[in-house]
């Protein structure tokens, strides 16, 4: 059982937009910083989003992300093929003095 | 960015220690945090700890009694150890650069897969 909650599975037709939630508690995402990741199928996973809401330099501005109390928000515009993915939200959390993730959400661009 | 690559042993067996090297490229270990972070097959990412390049560590707490890490500067490389293992500790093992303070993951390694068998 992860400290934070994401749906299993989500999708989208190409061309279409769609959100991930990260849900958390005061301990952790209330209080710190949200970074979101992608995983390829057989690869690392890469940082999209940082600081709750920032981009690395090369991750397209199709990707978003935003913080609201105690959740979090990935979106993606504008889906492609090649952004079918696993996405993992993760975060310190004060109680535990440890970085925590998400289960992942499975993202399927139909 | 920094480049990162784990090596190590791909196959242990119960109760023996599992011992992770990874090797940055591209940058210095100092003033950095170094963490390890594993995926078991079809699961999700479990942090494991972090190792400051002076050597201080935070660990885990499902994890603290058996981890230790360590940083070699001369060699710019960090090390994982992982006591006691069991088939639940099977997973692809990943080093990454750790951005203390927001805490996010900018750079990662490739990730080794280590098996455990009973």
């Known amino acids: 059982q992860s400290v934070l909650t994401q749906p299993p599975s989500v999708s989208a037709a190409p061309g279409q937009k769609v959100t991930i939630s990260c849900s958390g508690s005061?301990?952790?995402?209330?209080?710190?910083?949200v970074s979101w990741y992608q995983q390829l199928p057989g690869t690392a996973p890469k940082l999209l989003i940082y600081?709750?809401?920032k981009r690395p330099s090369g991750i397209p501005d199709r990707f978003s992300g935003s913080k609201s109390g105690t959740s979090a928000t990935l979106g993606i515009t504008g889906l492609q093929t090649g952004d079918e993915a696993d996405y993992y939200c993760?975060?310190?959390?004060?109680?535990?003095?440890?970085?925590?993730f998400g289960g992942g959400t499975k993202l399927t661009v139909l | 960015q920094v480049q990162l690559q784990e090596s190590g042993p791909g196959l242990l067996k119960a109760s023996e220690t599992l011992s992770l090297t990874c090797t940055v490229s591209?940058?210095?270990?100092?003033?950095?945090?170094w963490s390890w972070i594993r995926q078991p097959p079809g699961k999700g990412l479990e942090w494991i700890g972090y190792v400051y390049y002076g050597g201080s560590t935070k660990y885990s707490p499902s994890l603290k009694s058996r981890v230790t890490m360590s940083v070699d500067t001369s060699k710019n490389q960090f090390s994982l150890r992982l006591n006691s293992v069991t088939a639940a500790d099977t997973a692809v093992y990943y080093c990454?650069?750790?951005?203390?303070?927001?805490?996010?993951?900018?750079?990662w390694g490739q990730g080794t897969l280590v098996t455990v068998s009973s």
């Open positions: 993760g975060t310190w959390d004060n109680s535990l003095s440890a970085v925590v």
């Open positions: 600081d709750n809401d």
């Open positions: 005061s301990s952790n995402i209330g209080n710190n910083y």
């Open positions: 591209g940058g210095s270990l100092s003033p950095n945090y």
């Open positions: 990454a650069h750790l951005e203390l303070g927001m805490d996010y993951f900018d750079s």
